[in-house]
């Protein structure tokens, strides 16, 4: 008798199986120009004192359909809004923002957080970004960390 658990049921049932393509989000292709429309529009936000629409912006327009030099650039950006709100507010006041964003919001926070402890500059600035993952896990609990692990989508 074959041992059941190293049977491919994918080949016995071929068209069932998706292709990489199929699970792609129907989302619109995120162009650079609109990346770097809402960077611009976000430090115009930073320089004005307005944080949290900066953040809001950011977090709003995520390119799922991008060319990873477009996902970076947005990363970069975010991260350039997390530092600006970090080193113009002390660390109790993180919890406020984390707040003032809807439950999509601080799903993608929790992408991008993820994503920039993945980089270099990210690494450099490790605590930062610890302060922010645990403002935001202390406010939303587990949920965004488990749509982050099961989500298609990445950013």
Not at 72 to 94: A, G, M, Q, V
Request: glycine share 4%; proline share 4%; hydrophobic share 35%.
């Amino acid at each position: 008798m074959e041992d059941w658990r190293r049977i491919d049921i994918d080949a016995y049932e071929p068209e069932n199986h998706l292709s990489k393509e199929e699970l792609l989000p129907n989302l619109p292709e995120t162009s650079k120009e609109d990346i770097e429309a809402i960077s611009k529009q976000a430090r115009v936000y930073l320089s004005q004192g307005k944080f949290i629409e900066a953040l809001k912006l950011g977090l709003s327009y995520p390119p799922y359909i991008a060319s990873e030099q477009i996902k970076n650039l947005h990363t970069e950006t975010i991260f350039e809004i997390l530092c600006s709100i970090k080193n113009n507010h002390n660390l109790n006041d993180l919890s406020s923002f984390v707040k003032q964003l809807d439950s999509d919001e601080q799903d993608t926070l929790v992408k991008y957080l993820y994503k920039t402890m993945s980089t270099s500059y990210g690494q450099k600035q490790g605590g930062l970004l610890l302060s922010w993952y645990e403002k935001t896990v202390e406010i939303t609990g587990l949920g965004p960390i488990v749509r982050f692990l099961s989500d298609r989508r990445t950013v």
